[in-house]
Every structure is written in structure tokens, then in C-alpha cells.
């Protein structure tokens, strides 16, 4: 079965891959020290506390009687994970042994932070200017409603009703590892586009706004200052109004690609404009495991391996058309069926049978939720066990030799291909092997030196 392709990376791990200059300066921000601090693990945490106002290097034996015996592991993690984002600077003395000191402008942008306390560069605006503002359920219901439409545009256009304002060459950013097209042909969803498909709403997230920075230097936008004003962004407070003049040029540019994911909302006023976080956007700040929070369910699964699913979203309809066949679909419910084709059909594409399993128990119905187990046991098992009959044969592409003209030749030859590790049978009677298909060129040349 082929492998998870996606990887959801978080903030955190995108800026432990940034070079050491601009991650000294992304620290200059104090709201990126606190992000990062968030993000650590406990212990991490707790390191960085304790060293804050510790100007010297500590050694690593005088930091590893810190923790008792049984914590070892989740030492090496913290040290670990603080040393990948440059918080924790390693040195090693003359008598080879690593020390270890808190980052000089995150220690001191972190000190100032909890001192004097972080101020927005915006304040939200007051209510009188702004009017009509969308109360916090009318905000997350946008925030779905733009997010599903992207999506929708991301795998299908001919399926949205209203395109996304996202230009073209970004949709193509986007696609480019969930999508492919061949000539002629309509495009169609990659192992990786079906897979992230079945990803919760803040692992999706992820990998979009991952791709959206990597992918900033060719758009000559600074990747650094971009993390920057995303965490910064972060911090604001859901359903507060701010002012778009109190953004710079290359702020307002970014807002309106952030305006179409769901991240915030845009509204003009008589005079002014402003932008209004959505939860989408203060979750950047936090774990994927922090932000995973339980979500409404919609999908019933039956022991008959029906499956009744309580939504009027259209995208949700094309995710369980992956692994599943719909057979109707009313205003506000899609009827289908779990069957050994439509499962094989979603295993050839990539989808795991855990992946599925995982879909359908979070997102089940708040009526099945609590029961134990959400999903029938007879429909996972089974398709389990539809996943592992695709995998009792391999298929591997070979080629089959024979009629070799003498036993020395044939010994040979099998030397040839074992010495490249691509002898996958031989038959030393009857004088009869096969090859990988990727070593029957170094075998073909042996054989032709023999004649």
C-alpha cells in the first residue's frame, strides 16, 4: 500500500528549517517567542523558564539531574526539539562536552514580553464605526463555508457554485502535489489529493498555509516576515474588528488570499475596512493536537454497511464518494453504501482502510458518537480485511530468462543480479531466473560480454 505522501507540518517546523540569521530576527517579535513557546512540549516549557534569566551555559549533565530516571526520553525530546528551533544554542567545550545556553534576542525579546506585556500593533476598532459585526457563530459558519468552497475549487471546479478569488497560479501551488492531468484529460486527484481530502479541517490547514510559505520565495515574498505576520495574526481576538490601513502594503495583499481560505472576513464600512479573525486563524498558533478540537459529526454508519450522512455540503458528498457509493442525496442527507468495489476503488488510489476507519469515527453523528464503538466492529473489520486481500500478492515488475547456453553462464548471471540486489528467483535445474525489472540492463550487458 502506498505511503502517506502528506505531511501536515505545524509553524514550528517550518521555522526549525529556516536559516539561523532569519530565525534570530523572527525573534525580535515577542508574539513569535510566545508561538513558540506555546508549541513546546512540557518539559520544553519548563526548560526555557527556568533559563530565562540564566545568562551562562549550562552544561547537559547538570541539565539531565533535572529530570528523574524515568523521564530520560522526554529530556532528549525537549533538548531536542529547543536546539531544532535555535532556542537552546549547543556548544561544545575542549573536553567534548555540550552546552547549552537560551538564544540572546529570544531570551531577551521573551523577558520583555512577560515584564511589560505584548501590545498588538492594532487595536481593534470601536463599535460605533463598525456596524453590523457577524456574531461568533455567524463567523465559524463562514469560516466553513469559505473553506469548503476552496476545497471544492481546489479538486473540482465544476463543483462550486461561487470560485474562489484565489489567482490561478496559487490554485496551481495548491494542486500541484494533490492533482494530476495528462493530455486531454479532465485532472484528477493524486494518491496524496485523496488523502488529504480525508484529513481534519486544521491538518488540511496546514498543509496549505506550509505550502503557501514554502513556496513565498518565488512569489518574492520574505518567508520570515510572512510567518511573522501569520503568528502575529494569531493573537488577535475572534470577532474584533481591525482596521485594514493599520497594515502595510504587503500585509493587505496577504489578508485577501487569507480572506478566501476562511482565515478572516473583509467588511466596508462608509469609510473604513476592516478585517475580522476567524477561529481558523487563531489556531495557527497552537499544535495540530491542541487545535484538533471535537467537531459536529454527521456521518451514521449501520451494521448493513449503509452509511447515512446528515449534511448539505457538497464536499462532503464528494469525500465519502472515495470511499463509498451514493446512491441519493436529499437537501440535507446523502444515503450511500460501504462495498468491496468502492473500497477497492479507494485503496487503489491510496486511501488506507485507517484512514477510513478514522474519518468516519470523528466525524460520526452526536447520536453515535458515545457509543462504544462509533463505527459497527463487523464494517471495520471487514474493511480490514478487504485492505489486506489487495495486499497477499505484491506485483513487481520482472524479467524472465531462460535457455541460457551453459551452467557457467547461467551462475553467472545470477552473481550479476544478486550483486545488485535485484535476484528475485532462480531455478538451478532447469537453468531458469527472474530479475528485477530495474537490473535486467546490467544483467542484458553481462550476458551480451558472454557472447
Known sequence: MPEVRIIAKNFMDMVASMPAMKLDKLYENGFICEAILRSLPPLAKKYVLQMLYIDAQVTAKSMEEWVLPDGTSKHRVAIDRLVQLRVFIETVDRKSEKNYKLNATFQRSLQNLLINGGTLPREPMPSNITVRLPTLEDLEAYALEQWECFLLQLISSNQ?????????????????????????????????????????????????????????????????????????????????????????????????????????????????????????????????????????????????????????????????????????????????????????NAFENGITAEQIISFLQQNAHPRVAERIPTVPENVTDQIRLWESDLNRVEMTEAYYYDEFPSRDVFEGACDCAREWNGLLWEDSKKMHMVVKMEVHPYVRDYLRRQK
Open 160 to 344: 462550486v457554485e461561487r470560485p474562489s478569488n484565489i489567482s490561478s497560479s496559487l490554485m496551481k501551488l495548491f494542486q500541484r502535489h494533490l492533482m494530476r492531468q495528462r493530455d486531454k484529460e479532465a485532472p484528477r486527484l493524486t494518491e496524496s489529493g485523496f488523502q488529504f481530502l480525508l484529513m481534519d479541517t486544521n491538518a488540511q490547514l496546514w498543509y496549505i498555509i506550509r505550502e503557501y510559505i514554502s513556496n513565498s520565495e518565488a512569489r518574492g515574498v520574505d518567508a520570515a516576515e510572512l510567518i511573522s505576520f501569520l503568528l502575529e495574526l494569531s493573537f488577535h481576538v475572534i470577532g474584533e474588528a481591525y482596521n485594514i490601513n493599520t497594515l502595510t502594503d504587503f500585509q493587505r495583499n496577504i489578508i485577501k488570499d487569507l480572506a478566501d481560505l476562511g482565515l478572516v472576513k473583509l467588511q466596508q464600512g462608509r469609510k473604513e475596512s476592516w478585517f475580522i479573525p476567524t477561529k481558523l486563524a487563531t489556531n495557527l498558533s497552537v499544535s495540530l493536537a491542541d487545535s484538533s478540537s471535537r467537531k459536529q459529526g454527521f456521518v451514521v454508519v449501520e451494521t448493513n454497511f449503509r452509511v447515512y450522512a446528515y449534511s448539505t455540503s457538497k464536499l462532503h458528498c464528494e469525500i465519502l464518494r472515495l470511499f463509498s457509493s451514493v446512491e441519493y442525496q436529499l437537501p440535507n442527507l446523502i444515503v450511500g453504501a460501504i462495498t468491496k468495489e468502492s473500497l477497492y
